[in-house]
């Protein structure tokens, strides 16, 4: 056991949460040993808390159920947040950290909303002179560790990188063994119908071939597919589409010369510049 959960490194010195067959994070303050598993239209998930002496395995025969979510789904029901029980030390942290004036001054430009290439969505707000991250439905205290890193006051392996003189609005997070580039964005007022049809039509990829479909309804754009249920699509900016299909939850639009939309790459997990083209209208039509 302890070979198969000792973290793996990098020749770099970085550390990774995989180890020799299976990740050794923490999920609320408990040490948790995980492992997934994927295969066709199948989908597993094993969650161990081994100070807890508890398991928790799903097993799914849809390829569209997050299986590690509803795992931590259940550990939420069974288990409480041990870092937030000290809630004396909790305070003391928080006091910690609190920002100096040079702080507050260099990062006000850095507050706002962020996206990844992967489709991730991250804001940064102060509070009581405090600096929070929210990603991942999850709103977390960031500490100062260096002048331009800070790191989740209850998971301190996940850190945020600014640039050093925080002018160029942009936040690298590594989270373990991963890491995500975000971009700063501004949320965009409501489009009317007019505006949101230009979304509209066919998408096929060749390298699947398979087609989706985007269509307007009651003021609101849908991404469609025969096998799967109408999603709801987001528009987070002109050229990115957020939706609750975890396999591709992101859309990034392509556009030709003149800014007409061409097609969409899923920019999704692990899938990454998946291109669809737009369908014209006479070919449709045709089939």
Known sequence: MANLTQRGGLNNGQELAYG??????????WKQYWHNGADAGYRTFI???????????????????????????????????????????????????KLSPEDLVMLKEQLGDYISEAGNTLSLELKQDNLYCSIWNNTSLLMKKSD??????????????????FKDQKVIMHAYDETFHFTKYQKMP????????????????????????????????????????????????????????WWMNHLLMTRNSAHQITGFEVN????????????????????
């Open 268 to 287: 999704s997990g692990r899938i990454m510049h998946l291109k669809f083209v737009k369908k014209k209208a006479d070919n449709i039509k045709r089939k």
């Open 190 to 245: 409501a489009l009317d119908n007019k505006s949101m049809q230009e979304f509209t039509g066919v998408y096929y990829s060749p390298e699947l071939d398979c087609s989706y479909g985007i269509m307007l309804k009651d003021n609101q754009l849908y991404l469609t597919n025969n096998k799967y249920n109408d999603a709801k699509l987001t528009l987070i900016t002109t050229d990115h589409l957020l939706n609750d299909n």
């Open 20 to 29: 020799a067959g299976i990740t050794s994070a923490t999920y609320k303050g």
């Open 148 to 165: 331009n890193t800070f790191s989740m006051l209850y998971a301190p392996d996940i850190k945020f990188k600014f640039d050093p003189v």
């Open 47 to 97: 969650s161990v808390f081994p100070d807890l002496k508890m398991g928790i395995i799903v097993l799914s025969n849809l390829s569209e159920i997050n299986t590690q979510e509803r795992a931590n789904q259940i550990a939420d029901l069974l288990i409480n947040d041990k870092l937030s029980q000290n809630i004396s030390k909790e305070k003391e942290q928080k006091r910690e950290s």
